[in-house]
């Protein structure tokens, strides 16, 4: 059975430092593009970044030059490493893992962890 785990949030003060983990298990990790998305409250979950499975990264506007995602294969982790944040960073942050095996999709969700960005 497919799982996402993700670890790593918290109250962090604006300007501040963290980074996020997401465990994966129950598929071929390595054949899957990761992505991180986020929720604040009262809005619609957005893109955060993605990973391909070959290691290729994208971001949104939001996080771009602060955010930077990663990939390990042998560990079946992707994190996200978030800095200089913000206050309109607080959200719910979901691991998503997407991949095709055999013609058929499939598409996986964290539980979520909280990041709050508060003094």
């Known amino acids: 059975q497919a799982q996402l785990v993700e670890s790593g949030g918290g109250l962090v003060q604006p300007g501040g430092s963290l980074r996020l983990s997401c465990i994966a298990s129950?598929?071929?990790?390595?054949?899957?593009?990761m992505t991180w998305y986020r929720q604040a409250p009262g809005k619609e979950r957005e893109l955060i970044a993605v990973?391909?499975?070959?290691?290729?990264?994208n971001y949104a506007d939001s996080g771009k030059g602060r955010f930077t995602i990663s990939r390990d294969n042998a560990k079946n982790t992707v994190n996200l490493q978030m800095s200089s944040l913000k206050p309109e960073d607080t959200a719910v942050y979901y691991c998503?893992?997407?991949?095709?095996?055999?013609?058929?999709?499939?598409?996986?969700w964290g539980q979520g962890t909280q990041v709050t960005v508060s003094s």
């Open positions: 998503n893992a997407r991949l095709t095996i055999r013609f058929s999709n499939y598409n996986y």
């Open positions: 129950g598929f071929t990790f390595s054949s899957a593009a």
């Open positions: 990973i391909s499975s070959t290691g290729s990264t």
